[in-house]
């Protein structure tokens, strides 16, 4: 990964880069669980965020042993929480189905995750979107 995105100035052997890199995807409570690509990615990013509030508390706690050295209450994620831009969503002209049949900028809308076992209004809404597709 380094010899490819690094640029011609690395001059490593994979075989000196393979431990370097093993090392660092590694989670340092739990090291028999082997090389990790994420706890990877979040060591070498420069910057790591959480896309809400809610997201980056998750997140600093779940990897809070990868920054053991930070002080309380800080932490190598930080969050930034998505906006909506309020003129576009309440515009009259901008119609959900004219942005669904245009041929030429098609979009695809992907539903992920269930409802609640004890939300039976989301179940009958998961369920008429899966009839409707």
């Known amino acids: 990964m380094l ?3 690094g640029g011609a100035g690395i001059r490593l052997p994979v075989c000196c880069l393979k431990p370097w890199i093993d090392k660092l995807g590694i989670l340092p409570e739990n090291p ?14 420069k910057y790591r965020n959480g896309v ?6 998750v997140a600093r706690r779940i ?3 990868l920054w053991a050295e930070f002080l309380d209450g800080e ?4 969050h930034i929480t ?6 576009t969503w309440i515009e009259p002209k901008m119609q959900l189905k004219r942005m669904l049949n245009d041929r030429w900028r098609p979009i695809q809308i992907i539903f992920a995750g269930k409802a609640h076992p004890a939300d039976d209004p989301g179940k009958r809404i998961m369920q008429r979107i899966f009839n409707a597709a």
């Open 3 to 5: 010899k490819t995105y």
């Open 32 to 45: 028999e669980a082997g090389f990790n690509m994420t706890v990877l990615v979040l060591r070498l990013s």
């Open 52 to 57: 809400s509030k809610k997201h980056g508390e």
């Open 63 to 65: 990897w809070q042993s």
């Open 75 to 78: 932490s190598g994620i930080d």
């Open 82 to 87: 998505n906006g909506v831009h309020i003129p």
